[in-house]
């Protein structure tokens, strides 16, 4: 058996000292996290980020840098995750554009709310890449190289 991890990424959007999260079911639970999801065959990794954000929020978003490149092992299940996050800011909203399915809605939080509702995190990806994001890691998008044959 081949071991494939899965890829993702992750938009941290920042405004006016509040992060830009959304409220999703997964397994019936509701949790919290960036716009996020899986990298698509033959996708970018920029494009993916903005894509994502796209579907979860109904914005357009302007990736500006990398935070960090992340995995997250989760030994009982026998995945791997694989998590690029990207910092940027939203150019617009789009009126009447639904949310995927599983999205409830979209919620501003601030840091000192995202800890009280640390519970709630869809992993602990969402605080570490916002940590991260405090912390002023930043990295260019031009490290991103996409090969084609």
């Known amino acids: 058996m081949t071991w494939k991890p899965h890829t993702t990424v992750a938009a941290i959007i920042e405004k006016n000292d509040k992060f830009l999260l959304v409220e999703e079911l997964v397994d019936g639970n509701k949790v919290l996290n ?12 920029i494009n993916a980020v903005i894509r994502e954000t796209e579907e ?18 989760l030994p009982k299940q026998e995945r791997t995750y694989i998590r690029l996050s990207f910092a940027g ?9 639904p949310l995927d399915t599983d999205i ?19 992993s602990p990806l969402v605080l570490k890449c916002i940590d991260d994001y405090r912390l ?14």
Do not use: C, M
Request: aromatic share 12%.
């Open 34 to 45: 960036q716009p996020a999801g899986h990298l698509e065959p033959n996708e970018s990794f």
């Open 89 to 97: 800011k939203i150019l617009k909203t789009l009126e009447n554009q």
């Open 136 to 149: 002023g890691k930043r990295f260019p998008l031009d490290l991103l190289n996409d090969l084609e044959q």
């Open 104 to 122: 409830i809605r979209t919620r501003w939080l601030s840091y000192e709310e995202i800890i009280l509702n640390k519970e709630s995190l869809r």
């Open 56 to 73: 979860e929020t109904a914005t357009i978003f302007q990736p500006e840098f990398i935070v960090g490149l992340y995995r997250w092992i």
